[in-house]
């Protein structure tokens, strides 16, 4: 039998497979209960290009808990203003074999509406 982590990880695999025959860069989202973790990766360089959580300081400052649908989308928010200062608009989203519901969503739709284009 599988616990839950193993059956999430199976169900990344095959999203990160999709992803890397796109040859594109990748939004990779990490959640535990009380925080939430975005990425934006480089898969043919093996470098992470920027990141954003609910773990900055500033962040901290104005949220109690980083677990709730505010904090992520503040996060998608930060990751997508992050992401064109680097220069990037086209990426993949990889939700890391998460339902694509609650936080998840926020953060994605909140980088969508901030200018990645996925």
């Known amino acids: 039998m599988l616990n839950l982590k193993e059956k999430r990880i199976r169900r990344s695999l ?3 497979i ?3 025959e796109l040859d594109i860069i990748r939004l990779s989202i990490h959640r535990t209960n009380s925080h939430i973790y975005a990425q934006l ?3 043919k360089n093996n470098k992470i290009l920027t990141c ?3 773990l900055e300081p500033d962040v901290r400052k104005s949220f109690t808990t980083g677990g709730n649908v505010a904090a992520a989308a503040f996060i998608g928010k930060r990751i997508a203003e992050k992401g064109k200062d680097c220069g ?3 990426i993949a989203f990889d939700r890391s074999g ?3 519901h609650g936080r ?3 953060l994605a739709e909140a980088a969508r509406e901030n ?3 996925f």
Do not use: E, F, V, W
Request: charged share 35%; hydrophobic share 35%; proline share 0%.
């Open 52 to 54: 954003a959580s609910t």
């Open 98 to 100: 998460y339902k694509y």
């Open 88 to 90: 990037i608009t086209n």
């Open 115 to 117: 200018g990645l284009k």
């Open 18 to 20: 999709k992803i890397a």
């Open 41 to 43: 990766i480089d898969d």
């Open 104 to 106: 998840i969503r926020a």
């Open 14 to 16: 095959k999203t990160r």
